[in-house]
């Protein structure tokens, strides 16, 4: 589970399409070169994602097979990334989705796009926290095995409230929790690796079931390339902070690029390791798969020295991420994309703290669903809204804008743009029955709560749209 990328930076783009000032001088400086991109970037990719995922992955694929998501989940995010990475390039301020959103569907329908892109992160950032909970509970049953149903929300509700406790204040920089949380991902991810390989079976780890490539594979793919494309997401983190990238047409694309073939390979050591300590079965019932790994390694006191840095990293995840996503409906109120009431600060702290109540309060009702069941469900809200909504972008913004500079134009177009939108598409529809029927009620709501605002800050539907081409008005 990663933190969001949208974070205190993001203010400084997220300007309303009146302001030329999201492309003028920020004040930003343009430090961020190919390599710090890249590690930027794998560091959100990974954090307590791959230790929660790897059960499931291997229950769903059936098998050691399992790995063969992790190269297709690759395989997306890298189509994918080539999309932001042309987006990102035009556009190299902070804001992501929301300021692409923005400039390509303006024409037609105004603000809505970028409306509704915030108004599913409301749900899907705090989901996506939700994981980093259940995460983190899932490991304390390495300590207290004999946890039931009660004793499991009660701590997920008390963790909850206890990072929004702790953000309740005024932060000015969360600069040592991202580094210590980098820092401990790294010392987990490498340690339940080598433990993994130090006690390798290859009779576990390439024990491929009777029909394992059958016509039950490609049922099994659709469910692994959920749990696939959720370990890899952060890869786009560098397009959030465009205004700090230093030549943002190489390092934009570089740093996408090099970040998922990098993670793909990592998952693929670290799952394979893991499938070499234990029969698949096991693997796919574990609820703390890396404590298992070390402790069948290593010894039960270094699997809960490995427990406890695991449960450490997930709840700074959700700190941090609680943090950046708190902030994104906060800078779209503030620059009137957005609901009034998410613009308030804190009378004494100054912060968004509307905002922050309400994704602590979503996070606390996502820990009551079971784990894949609120990975799909964030899947889902989102894919419609943000990634297939970029593709559209794209390709409206080439055709409307055939003038914006590009100092990357995506390989073999469209070749990755219809890879990308296949495979949000597959996802979309692999995801369960629930997570659809949510995801597309917060939509339709979504869009109600549009027509109601639209209506009283007369904008379109309700009065003629505004273009403002903002970074061809730069050039």
């Given at each position: 589970?990663?933190?969001?990328p949208a ?45 929660i995922?790897?059960p499931i ?11 063969i998501g992790?190269i297709?989940?690759?395989i997306?995010a ?35 796009m ?8 409301l ?38 409230a ?27 991810v490498?340690?339940?690796t080598?433990a ?6 290859a ?15 490609f ?7 959920i ?17 700090e990238?230093r030549?943002?047409?190489?390092t ?16 693929l ?11 698949w ?9 890396a ?6 390694s ?55 703290h509307?905002a ?8 606390a ?65 692999s995801?369960?029955t629930?997570?659809?029927i ?18 009283l ?19």
């Open positions: 589970m990663r933190a969001p974070t205190d930076n993001d203010k400084a783009d997220m300007q309303d399409s009146s302001t030329p000032q999201a492309v003028r001088d920020n004040g930003f400086h343009r430090s961020i070169g190919l390599f710090s991109g890249t590690a930027i970037n794998m560091t959100q990719m990974c954090g307590i994602g791959p230790f995922t790897i992955m291997v229950a769903v694929m059936g098998g050691p097979q399992a790995v992790w297709a989940g690759a997306l890298m189509a994918d990334g080539l999309v932001w990475a042309e987006l990102g390039a035009a556009m190299p301020g902070s804001g992501g989705t929301y300021v692409y959103l923005r400039e390509a569907f303006q024409y037609r329908t105004g603000k809505l970028p409306f509704l892109f915030i108004w599913t992160m749900l899907a950032i705090p989901l996506l926290m939700s994981t980093g909970i259940i995460g983190m509970v899932e490991y304390l049953g390495f300590f207290v095995p004999s946890l039931g149903w009660w004793p499991v929300h009660l701590i997920s509700l008390v963790a909850t206890i990072v929004t406790w702790l953000l309740y204040r005024r932060i000015e920089s969360v600069r040592a929790i991202t580094i210590a949380l980098w820092v401990i991902m790294l010392v987990s490498v340690g339940v080598a993994g390989f130090s006690h390798f079976n009779g576990f780890a390439f024990a491929y079931p009777a029909g394992a490539f059958g016509s039950h594979f049922i099994g793919l659709g469910a692994g390339l749990i696939g494309i959720y370990d890899y997401l952060g890869y786009n983190t560098t397009a959030y902070i465009g205004d990238l030549n943002p047409g190489r934009m694309p570089g740093s996408i690029i090099i970040s998922v073939i990098a993670m793909m390979f990592i998952y050591l670290l799952n394979i390791s893991v499938l070499g300590v234990a029969p079965q096991e693997i796919a019932q574990s609820k703390s798969v404590s298992l790994v070390v402790e069948r290593w010894g039960h006191l270094a699997a809960a020295v490995m427990t406890i840095l695991i449960i450490v990293t997930a709840f700074a995840s959700v700190f941090t991420g609680l943090l950046g996503g708190s902030r994104v409906p906060f800078e779209a109120a503030r620059d009137k994309v957005f609901l009034s009431v998410f613009g308030q600060l804190h009378a004494k702290h100054g912060f968004p509307i922050l109540l309400t994704m602590g309060v979503v996070t009702i996502g820990t009551f669903f079971d784990l894949t069941e609120v990975i799909n469900m964030l899947l889902a809200v989102t894919i419609i809204v943000q990634s297939i909504a970029q593709i559209a972008a794209l390709i409206v913004l080439r055709k409307r804008q055939p003038n914006l500079e590009r100092p990357y134009k995506q390989w073999l177009y469209p070749v990755p743009c219809v890879i990308a939108l296949a495979g949000w598409i597959y996802v979309y529809v995801t369960s629930l997570s659809l949510l995801s597309g009620l917060w939509i339709i709501a979504g869009l109600a709560v549009f027509a109601i605002w639209a209506r800050n007369q904008s379109w539907p309700f009065a003629p749209v505004e273009i403002r081409e903002t970074y061809l008005g730069k050039q």
